[in-house]
């Protein structure tokens, strides 16, 4: 019953910017964080960025600065702009969702070390030099 519905995937160049979309669909609980993972060829998962239900957000390292997370106030949309883009970034990007899970007060683990819950279909981005 519950559905994560990647989108907005695509190619760019270098410098560009891009909107990864997921609709969300089925979620009934009071805790829970939304998230991007993405996995590159020949590479492990990579956790990108989270958010509460409060509207909290926790970034990786690497993307500060150029990357941020946000979601419609219910929690049915969510959202990664993603800026300044370079070919590392180039990737398969992943939606989730994971239960009794909040980014404030204090993040109990980084994002990137969750197992998810409810996982996207992904979307691939591609960035070209």
């Known amino acids: 019953q519950v559905r994560l519905v990647e989108s907005g995937g695509g190619s760019v160049q270098t410098g560009g910017s891009m909107r990864l979309s997921c609709a969300i669909s089925g979620l009934s609980y009071h805790s829970f964080c939304l998230g991007w993972f993405r996995q590159a060829p020949g590479k492990g998962r990579e956790g990108v960025a989270s958010i509460d239900v409060d509207g909290d957000t926790s970034l990786d390292d690497s993307v500060k600065g150029s990357f941020t997370i946000s979601s419609d106030s219910e929690k049915k949309n969510l959202y990664l702009k993603m800026n300044n883009l370079k070919p590392e970034d180039t990737a398969m990007y992943y939606c989730?969702?994971?239960?009794?899970?909040?980014?404030?007060?204090?993040?109990?683990?980084?994002?990137?070390?969750?197992?998810?819950?409810?996982w996207g279909q992904g979307t691939q981005v591609t960035v070209s030099s």
């Open positions: 989730a969702a994971k239960f009794n899970c909040w980014v404030r007060p204090r993040q109990p683990t980084p994002w990137g070390a969750y197992h998810p819950n409810l």
